[in-house]
């Protein structure tokens, strides 16, 4: 450790002797003595060599690349044994050194390709660490280079077979070939693709060497030689290609074309040569990652092409060209196909498979716990559109349980271990998927067998967990027993905490407010209230904002509250909705909980209840906002939509003044507009909604000077204004209605002239009005 300075002097010492007498370094048994204890020491770890010995000790190792073999290997033992600097961007750039001397510099002879091979492989180490697309680049070229030489001696062809698939060593051509692979998966992984020197043209070149079919290419001109690689190879290439495919449906539909591709490719004729050649064929992950393909590629033929895979292997068995039969793992692999299926069929056929497995009809091949699992899964999935499935996955659930049943269990050692293995989770996704599907009493019933099982067995895998009272809060809620609910959510949050993967989610907490608001019993109100204390109390103390009701949730829970035209649906509604104002004000988030669509729904709630007080309960919540708004809350200012709910509140009112109200709002409206504000702009459902007012109330003069306005402001640039024909009917229906006014139907033609100047002819409607009009009048 006191030798820091030592070791400086010695790396440019020998970095010195290096560039002076590097011909006869070979000759010289001191000086690699000396260089093999100065590589040795890179391997303590105390030694942190700075940037500048890094620099110096690479321009040795760059120097000696002109010093034939024995420095070539001098070459690789420094490269292994400088693993643990820490200063790797010194490295790079003699990676890159060494990439650029590797696919230039010639091959005069087989053991000089072998060793520039072998330091290549040390270099490989540190693109791996960086996943770089130009190191995999670069490697696929300097393999290449070999396939060609290969190709122009073919004299050295056994030579090199022997080589790839000797095992004695780990920078042999196969394992290289592999590290490449492995490279390009991380680097496709990483998804980092950094402009490489060339500009944008060579990142392109980057691109098309990262290409799966590209790579497949490169496996295939080893083949033309006559030389295989290992299946291993190839499955690498196949699970790269899978992953790098999620993203992109159309390069989806073509894997599984790419992969039986792989496969047909792997089982050509076998070459002539040592024995362990016979191993260089897929297997059963082969297969196992073309029928993944196939579920995933979502083509309309992928079942059909799919299922094809097993009577295949069955025939390749048979003529033993694979060294496997169809076994459990790739039964596996069809059904999850079959239970990814749309088609209730396909699943059916699922089943009859694994009842076939069950029963003993497939060879080599029983169903395990994945086995259960697809089918289970399978079959919760379409509880809600299928009425069967119900049913079958009960029966499924109730085998399951048996097959536990028939273990015994000595205290915790468990004799056999059962095929279905159980557990909390499937039984939570089952409740609730059943809740879902709005079969309450089923999913407690699951529950109650849970709670069975774990009083049985005491086994932790029975313990309800997370997802069981998850799900259980949620038929709870849904079934009206809102302290059942909040008695789950409270365990949880006493359980897990309000800071873990299991603690409580927002939709826990939702799930208990709806029950509680939508409740009939006499203190709802009361106990909405405290549970929207205890959402501020955690949101407050915990800083959990994430848990706040969502926007969209509120909106549609007072539409639910206030839906009807009694009195106290829209009270209850309102106190709620006030509720929520008081927490957002109390919580102080940066996501508010109420805005503008929470007001409107209520002022809608208003608007059509039958209370006498209706009408002003809604204008007073379009002052509260614009109050809101003018104190530096402008996502409350009332948008077009709340004057129209208020004005036809007051339109459907008998109280006295109801009409003046109405009319008060709509000027206001458009005194704001032509003064500029836009926040509030005049369409065709807001003088629609006056139009229809005046039309009730029989003041059919006052109803054609708003059609006059209207038109006016379409005609001045109003282009959020569409006058159609609904209003022009509501205008002569309006007429029609009132009768007994003099000149009706000059009236009523009067205005479908005027409508006309925008653009609305009179329709089938219209006319057939104009003629119950011009008839009253005989």
């Known amino acids: 450790r006191r030798s820091v300075q030592r070791f400086d002097r010695s790396v440019l010492a020998i970095s010195e002797f290096g560039r002076r007498q590097l011909r006869s370094i070979q000759r010289m048994p001191w000086a690699w003595k000396t260089c093999n204890t100065l590589q040795s020491s890179f391997h303590f770890r105390f030694l942190s060599p700075s940037s500048l010995i890094s620099r110096r000790w690479a321009s040795t190792v760059k120097s000696s690349l002109t010093g034939g073999n024995r420095a070539h290997e001098q070459l690789d033992r420094s490269l292994r044994k400088a693993e643990h600097m820490r200063t790797l961007s010194d490295w790079r750039d003699l990676a890159i050194y060494f990439a650029q001397v590797h696919t230039t510099a010639p091959f005069d002879d087989f053991d000089e390709a072998l060793n520039f091979l072998q330091q290549w492989a040390t270099t490989l ?72 020197a060339g500009g944008k043209e060579g990142l392109q070149d980057l691109v ?188 499924l659930l109730r085998e399951m349980e048996r097959e536990e049943e028939q273990h015994d269990i000595v205290g915790s050692f468990q004799l056999h271990r059962p095929r279905a293995q159980l557990d909390a989770a499937m039984y939570g996704y089952l409740i609730l998927k059943l809740a879902h599907a709005g079969h309450f009493d089923q999913a407690e019933q699951v529950y109650q067998s849970l709670l069975s099982m774990y009083t049985k067995f005491r086994e932790p895998r029975f313990c309800p967990d997370y997802h069981v009272k998850r799900a259980l809060c949620f038929v709870y809620a849904r079934t009206g027993r809102p302290r059942e609910a909040e008695k789950m959510v409270l365990g949880m949050e006493d359980e897990f905490g309000l800071d873990s993967e299991n603690s409580p989610k927002r939709s826990h907490y939702e799930f208990v407010l709806d029950s509680w608001a939508t409740s009939k019993s006499q203190d709802t109100e009361q106990q909405t209230a405290r549970w929207i204390r205890h959402i501020q109390s955690i949101v407050t103390k915990h800083n959990a904002h994430h848990l706040l009701p969502r926007r969209w949730y509120i909106v549609d829970l007072l539409g639910r509250l206030g839906k009807g035209t009694k009195e106290n649906a829209a009270q209850k509604a309102e106190l709620l909705f006030r509720a929520l104002i008081d927490l957002e004000k109390s919580v102080n988030s940066n996501d508010p909980v109420v805005n503008h669509d929470h007001y409107n729904r209520m002022i809608q709630i208003w608007a059509k209840c039958q209370d006498k007080e209706a009408p002003r309960r809604a204008e007073q919540l379009l002052l509260d906002m614009r109050k809101r708004a003018t104190n530096g809350e402008r996502r409350l200012h009332p948008q077009t939509s709340h004057y129209t709910a208020v004005i036809n509140a007051w339109s459907r009112s008998r109280q006295p003044g109801s009409l003046e109200r109405a009319e008060a709002i709509f000027n206001f409206v458009r005194k704001q507009y032509h003064s500029g504000n836009r926040d509030a702009i005049p369409d065709e459902v807001f003088y629609g909604s006056m139009i229809s007012c005046y039309a009730r109330s029989g003041d059919l003069d006052k109803m054609e000077k708003i059609a006059t306005l209207m038109v006016d402001d379409w005609l001045g640039g109003n282009n959020r204004l569409e006058p159609n024909t609904s209003i022009l009917n509501s205008m002569v229906l309006g007429i029609l209605l009132k009768q007994k006014k003099p000149h009706a139907l000059k009236r009523a033609r009067r205005l479908v002239k005027l409508m006309a100047q925008v653009g609305v002819q009179a329709d089938e409607r219209t006319n057939s009005l104009l003629v119950e009009i011009k008839s009253s009048r005989r």
């Open 125 to 196: 180490r540190f693109w791996s660490r960086q996943a770089s697309p130009e190191g995999v680049a670069r490697s696929v070229e300097l393999l290449d280079r070999l396939v060609a030489y290969v190709q122009n001696n073919s004299d050295k062809k056994e030579e090199l077979i022997q080589e790839v698939f000797h095992n004695d060593s780990e920078y042999r051509i196969s394992t290289l070939v592999e590290d490449v692979l492995l490279n390009w998966r991380e680097a496709l992984a990483n998804r980092s693709l950094p402009e490489p």
């Open 208 to 395: 098309e060497h990262m290409h799966p079919v590209r790579m497949f290419d490169f496996l295939k001109n080893w083949r033309i030689q006559g030389i295989t690689m290992l299946p291993q190879i190839h499955l690498i290439l196949m699970q790269t290609a899978s992953e790098a495919t999620q993203n992109s449906p159309a390069d989806r539909k073509k894997l599984p074309l790419f992969f039986g591709e792989i496969i047909r490719y792997m089982l050509l004729e076998q070459l002539p040569g040592p024995a362990h050649l016979a191993g260089a064929r897929p297997g059963v992950d082969h297969f196992i990652l073309l029928l993944k393909a196939w579920a995933e590629s979502g083509r309309d033929d992928r079942i059909s092409r799919g299922i094809q895979t097993i009577p295949m292997v069955q025939e390749l068995s048979r003529r033993r060209r694979i060294h496997f039969r169809p076994n459990t793992l790739l039964y596996n692999a069809l059904l999850q196909l079959l239970a990814s299926s749309a088609d209730a069929n396909d699943l059916r056929n699922a089943e009859r498979v694994f009842h076939e497995m069950e029963k003993g009809l497939v060879p080599d091949a029983s169903p395990d716990k994945i086995s259960y699992r697809i089918i289970f899964y399978g079959l919760a999935n379409v509880i809600a559109h299928d009425s069967q499935a119900k049913d079958r996955i009960m029966a």
